[in-house]
């Protein structure tokens, strides 16, 4: 029977190779040329990604790309995007070409799914799986393109439920996923992914889409938009004064507002964790871009804490003039 609900088969997941006993056999010389293999063909497969997600990535000038490039604070990705784009200017239509022959979405292992390339991150490519049942998000991690993927999964899954932890509870602000090895859609490869609930509705970036004054207009209009927005920012403030950990606030749409017709929602879709001490220490720039981002959330949470104060007050005076009203009237009618 195929296999239509999402659920990937075990002839579907990647197997499990043990190589410790294989490891301690070889040569110390042998360890090393396989590690290097594995560094180049690593390196390989995420040039290939870089390939096919570039048309997804915002467009910038040659001069700005040139600039990413040589700029010793890009990240290596960065500049392997970068130097595709500038290949695209010279040679149009280049990474749909190269969709098409690098493309591989026929081993993934769910049956009867439309698959759309969708979003590119700093660390995972998303696609988009289309069925009668419901859409799905699958993301392949890139890191884990080339290597050996099940101690990465992992990582990754520990990284979900610590996220998830702190701000699934009285909102579930993270979508619910699964995370499984399985033949990802770059040629095929094994590589570590999860499985995650699509957020329905137009969604913005809550960071770049929108100024202080239009967040405050909104979470002033919507009553559960503000108390979502007070319980994710207080769980932020308390990880990062308490742990020194904060949520990767800087990616693309990795905190969205969400618009599905009725109401904004708050949703969170991307799990990184940053440490703020080696973050302060080895990359300062991006610290002082994370630290902007909660400062702008502790203030936001301050304005609508004053607004919700100044509402109860309203309606302590209301209700005290409505108890005076009653009493003349009771007088007047004795």
């Not at 604070?73 to 960065?78: L, Q, T």
């Not at 957020?199 to 970036?205: I, S, Y």
């Not at 909104?218 to 009553?223: A, D, V």
């Not at 610290?287 to 609508?304: D, G, P, T, W």
């Amino acid at each position: 029977m195929p296999n239509t609900n999402l659920q990937p088969t075990v002839e579907d997941v990647a197997p499990r190779f043990r190589l410790k006993a294989f490891d301690e056999a070889v040569t110390p010389p042998v360890r090393r040329a396989r590690r290097i293999l594995d560094q180049v063909r690593s390196i390989l497969l995420r040039t290939f990604d870089a390939t096919i997600t570039a048309p997804l990535r915002p467009k910038r000038r040659l001069i700005q790309q040139v600039h990413v490039i040589f700029n010793p604070e890009s990240r290596n990705f960065d500049k392997v995007c970068s130097t595709i784009d500038v290949m695209n200017q010279v040679i149009p239509y280049a990474s749909r070409c190269s969709l098409r022959f690098l493309s591989c979405s026929r081993q993934l292992p769910f049956e009867n799914a439309d698959i759309e390339l969708i979003g590119c991150g700093s660390g995972a490519t998303v696609f988009l799986l289309k069925t009668k049942q419901g859409h799905k998000v699958l993301k392949i991690y890139r890191q884990s393109l080339g290597r050996r993927f099940h101690d990465l999964l992992e990582i990754f899954k520990r990284k979900y439920e610590i996220v998830a932890s702190w701000y699934n509870g009285r909102f579930d602000l993270v979508p619910a996923a699964r995370f499984l090895i399985l033949k990802g859609p770059l040629l095929g490869v094994p590589v570590a992914a999860a499985l995650q609930a699509y957020v329905d509705g137009e969604k913005k970036d809550f960071f770049r889409e929108f100024s202080d004054e239009q967040l405050l207009r909104l979470m002033r209009e919507q009553e559960e938009l503000r108390r979502q927005f007070a319980f994710f920012a207080e769980r932020t403030l308390a990880v990062h004064s308490r742990d020194g950990l904060c949520l990767d606030l800087l990616g693309r749409n990795n905190v969205v507002l969400a618009n599905s017709g009725k109401e904004l929602r708050f949703a969170l879709l991307d799990n990184g964790i940053f440490d703020l001490e080696s973050m302060k220490g080895k990359k300062p720039h991006i610290y002082r871009k994370l630290e902007a981002h909660v400062s702008r959330i502790r203030f936001l949470l301050r304005a609508i804490t004053s607004f919700a104060t100044y509402k109860f007050y309203v309606f302590c005076v209301l209700c005290s003039d409505l108890v005076c009203t009653l009493d003349g009237v009771a007088d007047f009618a004795m």
